[in-house]
């Protein structure tokens, strides 16, 4: 038997290994073969924005309606200038459909966002909805009296295991504070915003991004990924198809969440809504790198949009000229967008601190020590085998 295959067998006693807040990429760790864009991020992706409210208070037994809080807002500004009146092409895809998805079946029927994205708890999806329909009430009267009504887009995991959820804690403010604060560059990461009450594989989660940069003969465009993961089984997290999860199997909550994943792709690649779908079906695959198997009671969502095209609200004339990538060069995007999902995963999990929620319950954030000597075992990451 190779040395290679026997795996070093993970400490149960390592519980209190130093965690700094790092990436994938400062650890070695490079999946993938695209260049990241310049902040690895959404952001990469010109004119898109993303703030975070995050609530945290109380601690001990649960006592509904006051906490523990473990949760928050997150909210995706996908491009600059009026996105009601000149909105994004957008798509999407439903891996599995265990969760809710405001606003997805419009952005399906009619290609379009013209909202900014939000992600949240699953008790919290109806504060959030009306928080931006009165944002976009405010910056346009119009709508509901002599414009049309507005789907905002709203998607949800479940962060009950570390959050009282029942206490519905994010309010309308929150949601505004997030919209207001959104920015380009870099984007908080682990347990802020929505990811605040979330787990992956068994472990602390939360929010992760990931951007990759294609070279310019494939056109030079950006694809960006940031997710909420809230999925997956300790046994089945690979990374670098390495099955870490079986090796560090301590460490567990005391109460899991089988949760779920929602994962927004941005672009400045001319896709139209048809594409963008098919965009979005490949950053799924991507998660799937990370041992994700869409279980029973996971949602799994997609959603996608480009920044290339703008579509008039109003158009003065029947038809308008946009320009769209032919499906002939479409591969390197999605081989884009799977390797920014599956390091946005790793992202979030490396970012997540431990995070102990309502009645004690403790998410352990991964082990970077442990995760690297087996990866290093493996060879997987530069660095001397054990």
């Not at 006693?13 to 310049?38: E, F, K």
């Not at 309010?171 to 009450?197: D, I, Q, W």
């Not at 990370?290 to 095209?309: L, M, R, Y």
């Not at 790793?346 to 087996?374: I, K, S």
């Amino acid at each position: 038997m190779s040395r290679l295959t026997q795996a070093p067998t993970m400490s149960r006693n390592s519980t209190t290994s130093t965690h700094l807040h790092v990436r994938a990429r400062s650890l070695g760790i490079v999946l993938g073969r695209h260049p990241t864009g310049r902040h690895n991020a959404i952001t990469d992706v010109s004119g898109v924005r993303v703030g975070h409210a995050t609530l945290i208070s109380g601690h001990g037994p649960l006592v509904v309606g006051k906490g523990p809080v473990r949760t928050g807002v997150t909210v995706i500004v996908p491009a600059g200038g009026d996105v009601w009146n000149s909105k994004l092409m957008a798509g999407g895809f439903v891996l599995n459909g265990n969760g809710e998805a405001a606003g997805l079946m419009w952005i399906l029927e009619s290609g379009i966002l013209e909202t900014p994205i939000a992600l949240t708890n699953t008790l919290n999806v109806g504060t959030v909805q009306k928080a931006l329909v009165d944002w976009m009430i405010e910056r346009h009267p119009a709508i509901g009296v002599t414009d049309d009504t507005l789907s905002p887009v709203v998607f949800e995991c479940d962060d009950g295991s570390l959050n009282d959820i029942r206490g519905q804690h994010v309010k309308c403010k929150h949601v505004f504070a997030a919209l207001r604060g959104a920015s380009s560059g870099p984007v908080a990461e682990g347990a802020v915003g929505a990811g605040t009450g979330m787990m992956t594989y068994e472990f602390k989660g939360g929010i992760g991004t990931s951007s990759r940069r294609l070279r310019r003969q494939n056109g030079g465009y950006t694809v960006g990924v940031l997710l909420n993961a809230n999925h997956g089984k300790r046994p089945l997290l690979r990374v670098k198809g390495v099955c870490v999860g079986e090796r560090i199997s301590d460490l567990m909550p005391g109460k899991p969440q089988e949760g779920s994943i929602v994962v927004v792709i941005a672009t400045d690649a001319p896709l139209d809504s048809r594409q963008l779908c098919r965009l979005a079906k490949r950053a799924m695959l991507g998660i799937a790198r990370t041992g994700a198997v869409a279980t029973h009671g996971s949602g799994d969502v997609a959603v996608a949009f480009s920044t290339a095209n703008r579509v008039p609200h109003y158009p003065k004339k029947p038809t308008f000229r946009v320009e769209l990538l032919s499906d002939f060069f479409l591969d390197p995007l999605f081989e884009a967008a799977a390797e920014a999902a599956e390091e946005a995963v790793l992202n979030a999990l490396l970012a997540a601190t431990t995070t102990v929620g309502r009645d004690g319950n403790t998410a352990h954030a991964l082990p970077q020590d442990r995760l690297l000597e087996l990866l290093r075992w493996h060879r997987a990451v530069p660095g001397e085998t054990p």
